[in-house]
């Protein structure tokens, strides 16, 4: 399974950001996508996740503030982030689950700065 992460970028405190990532490949049907950042010197954390049938789990710091999506025919995977805040400052990873195992996507800085 390959993934592509898309959308980073700079973003003012208080601003929104939308990211992407789409998942190509072995796609199984029975599946669950989620958002991880990290930074450095830090361990790999859990935004959010949502599984095919759209169940979502938020990290506390993501919960009210973020929105996790898919689409499912085109195996794809959003993130709304809103009232970001300097401490969202990360690299954000999509991943994949399935019963293959786990795999990852390549990152996107997300800064948020004034």
């Known amino acids: 399974v390959q993934l592509q992460a898309s959308g980073g970028g700079l973003v003012h405190p208080g601003g929104s950001l939308r990211l992407s990532c789409a998942a190509s490949g072995d796609i199984f049907s029975n599946n669950i996508m989620a958002w991880y950042r990290q930074v450095p010197g830090k361990e790999r954390e859990l935004v959010a996740q949502i599984g095919v049938g759209g169940n979502t789990h938020y990290a506390g710091s993501a919960e009210g503030r973020f929105i996790v999506s898919r689409d499912n025919a085109k195996n794809t995977m959003s993130l709304l982030m809103t009232s970001l805040e300097a401490e969202d400052t990360a690299v954000y990873y999509c991943?994949?689950?399935?019963?293959?195992?786990?795999?990852w996507g390549q990152g996107t800085q997300v800064t948020v700065s004034s």
């Open positions: 991943t994949y689950m399935d019963y293959k195992g786990q795999f």
